[in-house]
T-cell receptor
């Protein structure tokens, strides 16, 4: 079984500041992937970034980076230079690969991020 | 062109009715999924499906059934709707079960009265 824990239900951050959204996970699968999705108020799910459990380097995508600490089972999302448009729900998710990934994504409960001007 | 589309976007219906939500992907993907997002925004996998295999989350009531007329479509049929079925339902697709990126549809908000 897999479990994702996001301990920050909500965050308020000043525009242009960096933001770290916490995510810890638990799995018995030796091979897995970690994901972050953004859900703005309009409701769609937007894929942000992916980290494989065997990747040597932390993933980066533009202003998004994933701070992967395997020993601590954490996969925090870092958003640099936050913008008003970053206000949204953010979900951490994972899936195990040993079974071929057929069981879909396991999501955390999300963090509601609000960027203040 | 929309990669993953769902119809309808909103669905309001009464308890006991049977309804369907349609999902289509034009990405040529082999694998499709249905997720449920409840009122607290929690997302949970319901089904994973490709043309050979259906994986059902054991917590999904058998009133829910996915039906795939072809590789590009995975519709969700719900029988005898209950109040607790009210949620947003997301369809998603990926190249295969092993592909890491899933493309989500816009969601269908189902309200059962």
């Amino acid at each position: 079984a897999q479990k994702i824990t996001q301990t920050q239900p909500g965050m308020f951050v000043q525009e242009k500041e960096a933001v770290t959204l916490d995510c810890t996970y638990d799995t018995s699968d030796p091979s897995y992937g970690l994901f972050w999705y953004k859900q703005p108020s309009s409701g769609e799910m937007i894929f942000l970034i992916y980290q494989g459990s065997y990747d040597q380097q932390n993933a980066t995508e533009g202003r998004y980076s994933l701070n992967f600490q395997k020993a601590r089972k954490s996969a925090n999302l870092v958003i640099s230079a936050s913008q008003l448009g970053d206000s949204a729900m953010y979900f951490c998710a994972m899936r195990g690969w040993t079974g071929g990934g057929a069981d879909g994504l396991t999501f955390g409960k999300g963090t509601h991020l609000i960027i203040q001007p | 062109d929309t990669a993953v589309s769902q119809t309808p976007k909103y669905l309001v219906t009464q308890m006991g009715n049977d309804k369907s939500i349609k999902c289509e992907q034009n990405l040529g993907h082999d694998t499709m999924y249905w997720y449920k997002q409840d009122s607290k925004k929690f997302l949970k996998i319901m089904f994973s499906y490709n043309n050979k295999e259906l994986i059902i989350n054991e917590t999904v009531p058998n009133r829910f059934s996915p039906k795939s007329p072809d590789k590009a479509h995975l519709n969700l049929h719900i029988n005898s709707l209950e109040l607790g079925d009210s949620a947003v339902y997301f369809c998603a697709s990926s190249q295969s079960f092993g592909s890491y990126e899933q493309y989500f549809g816009p969601g269908t908000r189902l309200t059962v009265t």
